[in-house]
T-cell receptor
Framework: EAGVTQFPSHSVIEKGQTVTLRCDPI?????LYWYRRVMGKEIKFLLH????????ESGMPNNRFLAERTGGTYSTLKVQPAELEDSGVYFC?????????????FGSGTRLTVV | DQQVKQNSPSLSVQEGRISILNCDYT??????FLWYKKYPAEGPTFLIS?????DKNEDGRFTVFLNKSAKHLSLHIVPSQPGDSAVYFC??????????????FGQGTILTVHP
């Protein structure tokens, strides 16, 4: 079974530019989560999709961040325009349907550097 | 307002000895706790978990202890092996909440096991 796939693995962009991160969850996983780790600090929740619907987007920092999950499959996280403080590692995770943490799997992350 | 804290940024132990990693939380609504292990350039991988109705859960060399009254949990690794060297994250969840599966992480503890 393929794991959670994220790309790109690294991205370096200039302040003011736009970047789009992609996450392919494990096939059949209805739940998809985005997290971010900034500067070696804690991993922070950004948002949660159930299929194509946003269940909880309370962790999104501001309206420069836009997440989508068209068709309930892969998800994208767009940052526009990027700021220096957006630098960090963005993790995606997916989980099967149901009330269980079994199978909750993280991707390897995308390291975003804004210069 | 950080709800999950790992106050030790790093821990160094000798191979074969016990490693004890600590975690404190403030939110009394948390009712499920997990430990993740993370190697460089990889995503967090699930290690062990515990429900708030228990005070101990054991899986091989790994044991998690939960003290609800103190809002404290710890991970014991016995015996420690060099391959255990990684960053360990404590995470908490309100399994009864509206966003099931939303995890709140601590900052992580870097464990180094010396041969």
């Amino acid at each position: 079974e393929a794991g959670v796939t994220q790309f790109p693995s690294h991205s370096v962009i200039e302040k003011g530019q736009t970047v789009t991160l992609r996450c392919d969850p494990i096939s059949g996983h209805d739940n998809l989560y985005w997290y971010r780790r900034v500067m070696g600090k804690e991993i922070k929740f950004l948002l949660h999709f159930v299929k194509e619907s946003k269940q909880d987007e309370s962790g999104m920092p501001n309206n420069r961040f836009l997440a989508e999950r068209t068709g309930g499959t892969y998800s994208t996280l767009k940052v526009q325009p990027a700021e220096l403080e957006d630098s960090g590692v963005y993790f995606c995770a997916s989980r099967p349907t149901g009330l269980s943490y079994y199978g909750y799997t993280f991707g390897s992350g995308t390291r975003l550097t804004v210069v | 307002d950080q709800q999950v804290k790992q106050n030790s940024p790093s821990l160094s132990v000798q191979e074969g000895r016990i490693s004890i990693l600590n975690c404190d939380y403030t939110n009394s609504m948390f009712d499920y706790f997990l430990w993740y292990k993370k190697y460089p350039a990889e995503g967090p991988t699930f290690l062990i978990s515990i429900s708030s109705i228990k005070d101990k859960n054991e899986d091989g060399r790994f044991t998690v202890f939960l003290n609800k009254s103190a809002k404290h949990l710890s991970l014991h690794i016995v015996p420690s092996q060099p391959g255990d060297s990684a960053v360990y994250f404590c995470a908490a969840s309100n399994a009864g909440g509206t966003s099931y599966g939303k995890l709140t992480f601590g900052q992580g503890t870097i464990l180094t096991v010396h041969p």
